[in-house]
Nanobody, 120 residues
Framework: QVHLMEDGGGLVQAGGSLRLSCAASGSIYHINYMGWYRQVPGEQRELVATISRGNTTNYADSVTGRFTVSRDNTKNTVYLQMNSLKPEDTAVYYC??????????????WGQGTRVTVSS
């Protein structure tokens, strides 16, 4: 079983910055794909940013140039640096991890979510 621990959400004024982190632990063989998604009540969860094991990144158009996703494979941790935050970035942010567990079975796990609120 894989457990994801998220940290770093909170309240910030527009134009400010926050850094989210998500550490994976448990029965992990290796992690291929890590990412961040967000969800606003009443709406579908949407992709924010993803990063492959080889550090290939992908961003939603709405965050390109403002957010940076990175990972530390030695710690099984993914980060999301969020700069120039806007009120429309307000959401619950979820990390996602995809890979292979210690039994060599495909794993797919979501974090519990961390709330980000950007005030205008």
């Amino acid at each position: 079983q894989v457990h994801l621990m998220e940290d770093g959400g909170g309240l910030v004024q527009a134009g400010g910055s926050l850094r989210l982190s998500c550490a994976a632990s448990g029965s992990i063989y290796h992690i291929n794909y890590m990412g961040w998604y967000r969800q606003v009540p009443g709406e579908q969860r949407e992709l924010v940013a993803t990063i492959s094991r080889g550090n290939t990144t992908n961003y939603a158009d709405s965050v390109t140039g403002r957010f940076t996703v990175s990972r530390d494979n030695t710690k099984n941790t993914v980060y999301l640096q969020m700069n120039s935050l806007k009120p429309e970035d307000t959401a619950v942010y979820y990390c996602y991890v995809g890979g292979v567990d210690s039994n060599r079975i495909s794993l797919s796990s979501w974090g519990q979510g961390t709330r980000v609120t950007v005030s205008s």
